[in-house]
Structure formats: structure tokens, C-alpha cells
């Protein structure tokens, strides 16, 4: 890989995160999608023709929404001969897809792609296995694909363990504790908290109109996880999800909907579009990792190990870090493990503040991690994702 090769993030914009069952339960994950990708198109003064393809990440996919991205892209007027196609990486799922539109850009396959990560947890369906063929004698049960997804698959190989067993595995494996568990969970919540009161997010999220079961419309701007009543002392009457464990609900990652939506350009695109860039994507600071996947957590230092060596830099050279938390003791295990800086690394709050639409964190991550080296008059930061069954991510960029 050439260290001079790029792509470049021209623009982006998300959507609130909501809460699991609540204000952005009344849409699928293709609809508030839309929304944001035609808002970035709009404000930014793209036109649908000049997108040449679209890539979406996306978990919990099922057939009524068969390839989300095309979806979006139809509902776009992005022109029918252009491709689109969606992928799953688990919760690397958003940040793969604009690794591949970054690689398709700087490898000169497209000038202009749109980058897609979008979830609606609350829409996960329910399903019946053997019901096509009859169930005729006896009884069958639904299957929730929600906690499914949990499994990242581990049923399939003979390991079936959910990703609370893997959380609880990093706690033991670490030697992490419930307390400085629940002390980070404050830190996460309070610094989303401190972003959101001081207007750092608020460039970046696009109003939601949300229909009602009565007459009417609600907006929905601000992100609603975040909790402002949390303290050590809520967090401590908090039980364990499993038995004589220490992940709670409360130092884990919660279940949320939402959309991320990037643009990715060459210099020609850029030029064509008449846009300055807001970050920079080096070729070879980008990485797809594997690892053991009852410690999975430790993926995303893989990850991001082999972006910054093969950007020939190191985690003291990164301005900010934003890694997705999915559990508390993810993020401190990883912390430990790649020597990360506390005070660079994600410093709006994370997954267990913000919440993990699983689908979207990786694309929300790189878009406020640029955005961050703009307001914090940084020069260069790093992003990156762990996904269950030992999957991750990660991605260097520049301030132009």
C-alpha cells in the first residue's frame, strides 16, 4: 500500500440515536436512512446523478427490507445503473462499508460513493423455523432474532455463547471490576452529556419526523440514551444480567436504532462537486481483523495496531481515538491492552452513553471522530470497532 493514497470524507450526517422501543420504533431502519442520506445530498448540493454507488452496513436485516442500500438509493433518485449492495460484519458492519467505499474511491473504481450504516434494533422480527413445509404434529416456538444477534453466530460452530458470556469472559480474563465498570459507565454518559449540552453533536444529526398512532408528527433531534440521573450509587442497585456475573444494564451498551451517512470522494469528486474535504482517509490506514472469538474485544486493538503500522504511526501520534464500546469492560480491557490515552480517547462518550444502533456505530464513530479533530484542532485520530465473534475494524484519519 502507498501512504499517499487517499480518499476523503467530503460530508456526513447522522440521525439521533433512539432508545429501544421508543421514538424511532414507528420506523424501519431504510426510513430514517433516507432521511439523512437525502438531507447530506440536499445541504450539500449533490446530486442524486453524481453518485456512482452505495454501500450499506446493516445487522439485522430481513427480506422485507432486502438490500437496505438499494432501498435507500431508490428512495434517493440516486439514478437506477448505479450498484448498490449491503453488508454484514456484525457490529463492524457500517465502518466495512466505508472501508469499501473508501478502497473503491482511492483505488480509482468511483469518484463519488455514499457510505451507510443504519439499524433499527427495535424492528428486529421474530421468526418460525419449519413453518414453510407444515408444522403439523406438535408445537414449534418463535425465534427472536434480536437475541440471536447476540450469538454473533457462535451456534453455528458449536460455541454457542452470547456476547454477555464474552463480556463476562473479558471481566475475568482482565481482571476488570463491576465498580470501575460502573465508574466508566459514568464517565461515558456525562462526557455524551457534556457533547450534547455544548452543541458538539449538533452539526452532525439531522431532525427526525416521527409519526404518531394518533394525528401527527413528532421531531426528533436529540440523542435519548444518555442518562442524566446516573451516579455510582444507581449503578451499583443495578443485578447482574447473568447470575453472580458483573455486566449489568447499566455498564453494557443498550439496544438503539438509528443512521449514519457518509460521502467518500476522490480529488476529482471533490472537485466536481465543488467541496472541501472534512477528513482525510489514507489507503493504508485501514484495517479487517480477526481474533478469538471468546475475546472478541481485543479485536479492535488488533485493528487498530495494524492501521497505525501500516500507516508507519503509533497510538501516541493519534490526536483522538474513538473506539465503539459495547460493554464497559470492553472498552477498559482495550484500553489496558493497546495503551490507549484516556483523556484522547473518546472523549463525547461512547456506546454505553450514546447507545449501539449495531449497524450505525461504525460509520457515527468516524464521522464525530472527524468532526472532533476540527474542534479540537487535532491533526490525526483513529476509529475503531469490535464485533462478536471476533471481528474488527479500524480507520486513520486526517485533518486536511
Not at 418460525?128 to 447476540?150: A, N, P, Q, Y
Not at 475475546?295 to 501520534?317: F, I, P
Not at 463525547?348 to 450505525?360: A, E, I, N, Q, T
Request: hydrophobic share 40%; charged share 20%; aromatic share 4%.
Amino acid at each position: 500500500m502507498q501512504t499517499n493514497s487517499y480518499a476523503y470524507l467530503a460530508a456526513g450526517l447522522r440521525s439521533p440515536i433512539g432508545s429501544f422501543g421508543r421514538t424511532l420504533k414507528p420506523l424501519r431502519a431504510t426510513d430514517f436512512a433516507t432521511v439523512v442520506a437525502k438531507e447530506l445530498l440536499s445541504r450539500y448540493g449533490v446530486n442524486p446523478s453524481d453518485i456512482e454507488m452505495v454501500i450499506g452496513g446493516m445487522v439485522l436485516q430481513d427480506m422485507t427490507e432486502s438490500n437496505p442500500a438499494r432501498i435507500v438509493s431508490k428512495r434517493c433518485d440516486i439514478p437506477n445503473d448505479t450498484p448498490a449492495f449491503t453488508l454484514n460484519m456484525q457490529c463492524c458492519s457500517g465502518m466495512a462499508a466505508l472501508i469499501q467505499a473508501a478502497e473503491k474511491v482511492a483505488l480509482g473504481r468511483a469518484d463519488c460513493v455514499l457510505a451507510i450504516g443504519m439499524e433499527s434494533m427495535s424492528s428486529a422480527p421474530y421468526m418460525t423455523s419449519g413453518s414453510r413445509w407444515g408444522l403439523r404434529l406438535g408445537s414449534t416456538e418463535f425465534t427472536d432474532t434480536l437475541k440471536e444477534c447476540t450469538l454473533a453466530g457462535s451456534k453455528m460452530w458449536g460455541d454457542p455463547k452470547y456476547m454477555i458470556d464474552v463480556a463476562e469472559n473479558h471481566a475475568k480474563v482482565d481482571g476488570v471490576s463491576r465498580e470501575e465498570m460502573d465508574e466508566y459507565a459514568v464517565v461515558s454518559h456525562r462526557r455524551a452529556l457534556d457533547a450534547i449540552d455544548n452543541g458538539r453533536l449538533q452539526d452532525e444529526i439531522v431532525p427526525i419526523a416521527v409519526p404518531q398512532k394518533k394525528n401527527g408528527t413528532i421531531v426528533f433531534s436529540e440523542d435519548e440514551q444518555p442518562r442524566r440521573d446516573i451516579s455510582l450509587e444507581s449503578l451499583s442497585r443495578l443485578r447482574p444480567v447473568t447470575p453472580g456475573g458483573v455486566i449489568t444494564a447499566g455498564n453494557a451498551a443498550s439496544i438503539n436504532d438509528g443512521a449514519a451517512v457518509v460521502l467518500i470522494c476522490s480529488e476529482k469528486g471533490l472537485a466536481k462537486l465543488g467541496l472541501s474535504p472534512l477528513a482525510k482517509i489514507p489507503l493504508s490506514g485501514m484495517s479487517m481483523v480477526g481474533c478469538d472469538p471468546s475475546l472478541m474485544g481485543y479485536s479492535c486493538v488488533d485493528a487498530l495496531d495494524a492501521a497505525l503500522t501500516s500507516y508507519g504511526k503509533k497510538v501516541d501520534d493519534m490526536d483522538l481515538i474513538e473506539c465503539n464500546e459495547g460493554f464497559a469492560v470492553q472498552l477498559l480491557a482495550c484500553r489496558e491492552a493497546g495503551q490507549w490515552p484516556h483523556d484522547r480517547l473518546n472523549v463525547d462518550g461512547g456506546g454505553v452513553g450514546l447507545g449501539h444502533p449495531v449497524g450505525m456505530s461504525g460509520i457515527r464513530i468516524v464521522l464525530h471522530l472527524a468532526n472532533s479533530l476540527h474542534q479540537r484542532d487535532g491533526k490525526v485520530g483513529a476509529a475503531t470497532v469490535p464485533a462478536g465473534s471476533g471481528l474488527g475494524t479500524a480507520v486513520v484519519l486526517e485533518r486536511p
